[in-house]
């Protein structure tokens, strides 16, 4: 079960005598979580204290049997916590419910087994939002920005997976004018414009969702799921059971993690292969990359001949200096407020020109528009350490540079799945 970055920490505080159904309520509080798939939830006890009805709980040698505080903690996925809190307090009907957020960075049963050969029900995420094969476009879009979502899951009313919708499903067929990551940059108008769109397609899920989908198993193992992500170029795969029910969703992401997780320790038994790939051999040595003075429209043209869809900025010695995505284009170009502009930029991320003439600023250029400051990692580096960075620093694409600071290629999530599998 895969449980990382932002999480829900809800903690309970009832006392030791608190009973339901005849037996102990901390004990009732354990077996519901477990039986609905929590992550997991621990009970101690106070030594003194008191609640709602100010009656002092405390631990001495002359009550041994006192009615001491208990405090039950459940950290989980945000979603799992949405679902089960109401039953939970249902439970309690003596006590005080907290819940705030808290950062994940570590949840693992230990680093002894190799990564590719655990089942995929060990680093997928099992609390997996879905949607149903009549769910307005216009709703799924709401939900997915909301959530924070990069795609969703299509099922029957069965909950057999019928198919999926990600952010490249909205753009081809919904028409949805920039990928889900850049929704913030767009104007409030762009915004007003692109759902009126949406709602006046009267398209639902079934209409747009990828089918049939690419699945895996639970029971299979993680090697399994890699190799199919890398074949079929798949950011992410649903996990269903034998009767084709959802039960979870596995992305790069969640095995990167576990892999560089696994990669951390357990010297006697390392976990992930030795393919002897460098990371000279795993990044794109075709990654298109310009000058500081290039045009905007020089950047626009090199990032639609960009397989990672990124620009590495460059000085005279080939030096790297800055980094331009999609996001920055739309967040700085001072052509962003143009349809035609987002236009082009929903092109690139389709494969699809759009052929819009744009009226550019002749005096902007890539350093008006790169992120800086840029993180690079050595070609001589092992792929675990850029592996490590680009979990820390939550970078998608990374440029690998020789000895002597120049270009070398970018590395991508794709390329690091290929490693793991020991292969190109």
Known sequence: MQLHGKASHVT??????????????????????????????????????????????????????????????????????????????????????????VDVVQYAAGRSANLLDLPVQAVMRSAVT????????????????????????????????????????????????ARLGLQAGL?????????????????????????????????????????RMADRHLKRLPVVDAAGRLVGLVSRLDILRSAEYHHGGAEEAPALPRSGATLADLADPNAPAVGPLASAESVLAALEESRQLRVVVVDDE?????????????????????????????????????????????????ADLMTVPLITVRADAEPAAALRVMLQKQIKRLPVVDSDGRLVGLLGRASLLNWLLGSE
């Not at 109401?86 to 705030?100: H, K, S, Y």
């Not at 099922?155 to 952010?167: C, H």
């Not at 209409?207 to 639970?218: H, L, N």
């Not at 800055?322 to 092109?347: K, N, Y």
């Open 130 to 177: 879905s949607v149903a094969t009549t769910a307005p476009v216009a709703e799924i879009v709401t939900l997915l920005l909301r959530r924070g979502y990069r795609s969703v899951p299509v099922v029957d009313d069965a909950g057999v997976l019928a198919g999926i919708i990600s952010d490249g499903d909205l753009l081809r067929r919904a028409g949805l004018d």
């Open 318 to 366: 080939r030096r790297p200096i800055g980094i331009i995505s999609d996001g920055d284009l739309l967040r700085r170009s001072r052509a962003a407020e143009q349809p035609d502009f987002v236009a082009r930029l929903r092109g690139i991320m389709t494969g699809q020109r759009a052929g819009a003439r744009l009226r550019l600023d002749p005096t902007e250029t890539a």
């Open 12 to 101: 309970i505080y009832i006392g030791e005598d608190n009973r339901h159904q005849g037996k102990p309520l901390y004990t009732a509080l354990l077996e519901l979580l477990r039986k609905e798939g929590a992550a997991g939830a621990t009970v101690t006890r106070g030594l003194a204290g008191f609640g709602a009805h100010s009656r002092i709980r405390t631990a001495n040698l002359v009550t041994l049997s006192a009615d001491l505080p208990l405090r039950v903690e459940w950290v989980d996925q945000p979603e799992v916590v949405e679902r089960l809190l109401p039953a939970v307090r249902a439970l309690v009907e003596d006590g005080l419910i907290t819940v705030e957020t």
């Open 187 to 227: 104007t409030a108008e762009q915004v007003r414009r692109q759902f009126q769109k949406l709602q006046n397609q009267h398209q639902v899920a079934a209409d747009i969702m990828t089918q049939p989908v690419v699945s895996i198993a639970a029971d299979e193992p993680v090697r399994t799921a890699v190799s």
